[in-house]
């Protein structure tokens, strides 16, 4: 017990407790969505209990990598199609690939939903509802593969497991409080929904970004030199798909939020401006 208690692993969980609160805003934002694909009644027990699960299978998950580390980094195919698709396959570009795919699905049918629905105060009963469990099963699905970021790059800080099982205890906890005011104010404030499908889109293209370095990345954590490791970086018609930096992403959610501000003020003066010309014509 005294070993944990250094200035190193409280450094290095502050640390932690910041990089899980960061990359967790991503994750906050698909549950509160998801959630309200459930029975009104049942929407902030879905918020909770999918949370609290994901968080347990998280630090399941966070054990189980510790172990496999070396197993998973290892790629188990080489895709050699050449001119047209190259590079290395492992565990971790599988789950970047089928996570990045399926968030981008999800994004662009829920956009395409909104463009078509027709009353938009009814309740979300009209095709793309689901039961509690539903939502919980795909809120803990969808965690797992948000987290499988925010994990390796926890191991990359620390391997100290109660650690990294703390950090990620607290953020889940952050994240059940702060859960039903992120819904409360996408419920309030609709326009900031479609804002909100729009991250995850982008969430989505980092992901797959992130499967173009992740064989390089295992390769390098058992030891292998970068010149080595970077010769199966995936390519796509000879170019190298490379990840996002988490700058850019950053500064592409905060771009979106900044046109939405001015674009929802400028409707509300346009929106004025036009009762005030009716209000004058009928005078």
């Known amino acids: 017990m005294a070993d944990l208690l250094t200035l190193e692993n409280l450094g290095n969980l502050i640390m932690l407790c910041f990089l899980q609160a960061v990359l967790g805003f991503d994750n906050l934002l698909y549950i509160s969505i998801e959630s309200q694909r459930a029975p009104v009644a049942q929407q902030k027990a879905v918020r ?12 399941i998950l966070l054990f189980v990598m510790i172990q496999l580390l070396d197993a998973m980094s290892e790629p188990f195919f080489i895709l050699d199609f050449e001119g047209i698709l190259e590079g290395g396959v492992n565990f971790a570009t599988l789950v970047f690939v089928i996570g990045g795919v399926f968030i981008m699905y999800t994004a662009v049918k829920e956009i395409g939903h909104m463009l078509r629905i027709e009353h938009l105060d009814s309740d979300v009963g009209d095709g793309r509802s ?18 499988f970021d925010s994990v390796l790059s926890a191991i990359a800080i620390t391997d100290v497991f109660p650690i990294l099982a703390t950090a990620i205890i607290l953020s889940g906890l952050a994240m059940v409080l702060l859960a039903d005011g992120v819904t409360k104010f996408l419920e309030t404030n609709r326009m900031y929904e479609v804002l909100g499908l729009f991250i995850l889109l982008i969430v989505g293209v980092v992901l797959l970004g ?46 979106l939020v900044v046109v939405e501000f001015v674009q929802s003020g400028y409707q509300r003066k346009l929106n004025t401006e036009a009762k005030a010309e009716r209000s004058n014509s009928h005078h």
């Open 48 to 59: 909770f209990w999918g949370i609290l699960i994901a968080v347990a299978l998280r630090v």
């Open 130 to 147: 689901k039961t509690a469990f539903q939502a919980i099963t795909m809120i803990v699905v969808m965690n797992l593969i948000f987290s």
């Open 210 to 255: 992130e499967a173009g370095q992740a064989a390089v990345h295992g390769l390098e954590s058992t030891g292998v030199s970068h010149e080595e490791a970077h010769k199966l970086a995936l390519k796509i018609f000879g170019y190298e798909v490379v990840p996002m930096s988490k700058t850019t992403f950053y500064f592409s959610v905060v771009v």
